[in-house]
């Protein structure tokens, strides 16, 4: 079984923000492979099926993003999984450009507190991870929870929508080609690094 967690925060003001984007790639892969409604599964919402032959599990974390990994931690001893294989994170990055994507076989956290929280509970770092850029704050005295909590609109909005459908269209790479042909054919550089600019 391979998991694929969209992280985000659960509640509907949350719906369309930055810090959500990993829900929409969840909701964009479950539409285009017909998956069954999500349902509740212990700290998640999940749903499975099929993409590309490969059986996979979508789920979005209901902990709040910063507790992410306790419900990633859940699923893999559910279906002793083993992280560096079968995982597959998808977030949001205010290191990138907003319209940009970043496949990355493992890494460290970044700054961004739902992969420190999964790396912490999963014990590696070593697990495939696709960043959505969601671009840098306007200013630097901009508070980030505000930043990454907001709605973009307008430009910025058709960008991040763009970026998540090519993060949806990432995933079947790496689960049949492998995540370097994955990075190969989506780590290319567009979009902004400011929202607004």
Do not use: W
Not at 34 to 57: M, W
């Amino acid at each position: 079984m391979k998991i694929i967690a969209g992280l985000g925060n659960p509640g509907r003001e949350y719906v369309k923000t930055r810090h959500n984007t990993g829900f929409e790639v969840i909701d964009i892969l479950s539409e285009e492979y017909h998956f069954p409604a999500q349902t509740r599964d212990g700290k998640s919402l999940v749903a499975k099926g099929y993409i590309e032959g490969e059986k996979v599990l979508l789920m979005k974390p209901q902990t709040y993003m910063n507790l992410s990994g306790e419900a990633i931690r859940e699923q893999v001893d559910f279906y002793k999984a083993d992280p560096e294989t079968d995982v597959i994170v998808i977030c949001d990055d205010i290191d990138q450009p907003l319209g940009q994507i970043r496949v990355r076989p493992k890494g460290s956290a970044g700054g961004h507190n739902g992969l420190k929280n999964i790396i912490l509970n999963l014990g590696t770092d070593g697990f495939t991870r696709i960043r959505v850029g969601v671009g840098a704050k306007p200013s630097p005295d901009y508070d980030l929870a505000d930043y990454v909590l907001g709605h973009p609109t307008g430009e910025d909005r058709e960008l991040l929508d763009s970026s998540e459908k090519r993060a949806a269209e990432a995933v079947p790479v790496i689960l049949t080609e492998g995540v370097e042909e994955a990075m190969n054919r989506f780590n290319t550089k567009c979009g902004r690094r400011k929202s607004g600019q």
